[in-house]
C-alpha cells in the first residue's frame, strides 16, 4: 500500500485497527511512534547496484490503555511527515515489535489495515548462478501415450 492509498482509507475510517498475520489484533492502545523514509542503497549478489526507499511506520504499545490514535490524527502526521521529510508516494513498511521488531507489508481489508509477510529474495537470480525452479508436476496428471496403463495389455 502507498501513502496516497492510506491517506484515502483513514478519510473514510471513524477507528484505526491493524491486524496481524496470524488474524491477531495489534491492540487498540497503540501508538505510530515514527513516520519516515528508510532509504537502502545497496549492491545484488550479481554485482548490480541499487536503491530502495520505503515510507515506514513504526507501531509501538505501551501500558497507555486510554491511548486511541484517530484516523484524523495517524492522517496530520502522513501529511506533515511528507512534507517535512519529503516523502513521495512511497510503499509502506510497517514495523511491530512482538518478540523482535517484525517488518511487515500493509494491505486493507475494508475494516482493518493487514500487517502483510514481507519475503527476502535474490535480486539477481540470473547473475548469480540461482538455477529456475522447475514446475512441480503430478504424475497422476500427465497423459502420455507411450505409458502403460493396467486396462492396456501390455504388460
Same mark, same amino acid.
Given at each position: 500500500?502507498?501513502?496516497?492509498?492510506?491517506?484515502?482509507?483513514?478519510?473514510?475510517?471513524? *477507528?484505526?485497527?491493524?491486524?496481524? /498475520? %496470524?488474524? &491477531?489484533?495489534?491492540? %487498540?492502545?497503540?501508538?505510530? *511512534?515514527?513516520?519516515? $523514509?528508510?532509504? $537502502?542503497?545497496?549492491?545484488?549478489?550479481?554485482? *548490480?547496484?541499487?536503491? #530502495?526507499?520505503?515510507?515506514?511506520?513504526?507501531?509501538? #504499545?505501551? %501500558?497507555?490503555?486510554?491511548?486511541?490514535?484517530? /484516523?484524523?490524527?495517524?492522517?496530520?502526521?502522513? #501529511?506533515?511527515?511528507?512534507?517535512?521529510? @519529503?516523502?513521495?508516494?512511497?510503499?509502506? #513498511?510497517?514495523?511491530?515489535?512482538?518478540? &523482535?521488531?517484525? =517488518?511487515?507489508?500493509?494491505?486493507?481489508?475494508?475494516?482493518?489495515?493487514?500487517?502483510?509477510? =514481507?519475503?527476502?529474495?535474490?535480486?539477481?537470480?540470473? @547473475?548469480?548462478?540461482? /538455477?529456475?525452479?522447475?514446475?512441480?508436476?503430478?504424475?497422476?496428471?500427465?497423459?502420455?501415450?507411450?505409458?502403460? *496403463?493396467?486396462?492396456?495389455?501390455?504388460?
Amino acid at each position: 500500500m502507498k501513502l496516497s492509498e492510506i491517506k484515502t482509507k483513514l478519510n473514510q475510517l471513524k *477507528t484505526i485497527a491493524f491486524q496481524l /498475520p %496470524n488474524g &491477531t489484533l495489534v491492540p %487498540n492502545h497503540f501508538h505510530v *511512534t515514527e513516520v519516515g $523514509k528508510i532509504s $537502502k542503497h545497496f549492491i545484488d549478489c550479481g554485482g *548490480t547496484i541499487r536503491q #530502495e526507499e520505503v515510507a515506514n511506520f513504526q507501531l509501538w #504499545e505501551a %501500558n497507555d490503555y486510554d491511548h486511541r490514535l484517530h /484516523p484524523e490524527k495517524l492522517l496530520s502526521i502522513i #501529511e506533515l511527515s511528507e512534507k517535512v521529510l @519529503n516523502i513521495g508516494d512511497l510503499e509502506i #513498511e510497517v514495523e511491530y515489535q512482538s518478540d &523482535t521488531i517484525g =517488518k511487515f507489508g500493509l494491505d486493507f481489508d475494508g475494516t482493518n489495515f493487514l500487517l502483510t509477510i =514481507k519475503q527476502t529474495d535474490c535480486l539477481a537470480k540470473d @547473475n548469480c548462478g540461482v /538455477p529456475q525452479e522447475k514446475p512441480r508436476v503430478k504424475l497422476s496428471e500427465l497423459q502420455n501415450a507411450s505409458c502403460c *496403463t493396467p486396462d492396456s495389455g501390455c504388460c
